[in-house]
């Protein structure tokens, strides 16, 4: 089992930046690849980001690519999502999730996870 926890949501303006943190406990961390989904209001959740277990691969949606970087320690057992240049559209709740890294499911759709965490708030004002 692996605890997935959100953290560094908050109220911003266009054009700021936000530091999402998830930090995971339970199982070995380095087992798993990690993504961010993202779920705007009337909206379905939607791929964000992902990071290979050993951080060597990192995807993005094309919504996000130059804006957005992904990253992990996998001594702190934390992964990252540095959000910059936000916009009005990216107002979403945020939720990490992990995926056993050998699963060879596609990392951009939510079944290739097992587990998720709670999601946190991202509001992006004009």
């Known amino acids: 089992q692996v605890q997935l926890v959100e953290s560094g949501g908050g109220l911003v303006q266009a054009g700021g930046s936000l530091r999402l943190s998830c930090a995971a406990s339970?199982?070995?961390?380095?087992?798993?690849?990690m993504g961010w989904f993202r779920q705007g209001p009337g909206k379905e959740r939607e791929f964000v980001t992902a990071?290979?277990?050993?951080?060597?691969?990192?995807y993005y949606a094309d919504s996000v690519k130059g804006r957005f970087t992904i990253s992990r320690d996998n001594a702190k057992n934390t992964v990252y999502l540095q959000m910059n240049s936000l916009k009005p559209e990216d107002t979403a709740v945020y939720y990490c999730?992990?995926?056993?890294?050998?699963?060879?499911?596609?990392?951009?759709?939510?079944?290739?996870?097992?587990?998720w965490g709670q999601g946190t708030q991202v509001t992006v004002t004009s």
């Open positions: 339970g199982r070995t961390f380095s087992s798993y690849n």
């Open positions: 999730a992990a995926a056993l890294r050998y699963s060879g499911l596609d990392l951009k759709t939510p079944g290739a996870y097992d587990y």
């Open positions: 990071i290979t277990w050993s951080g060597g691969n990192t």
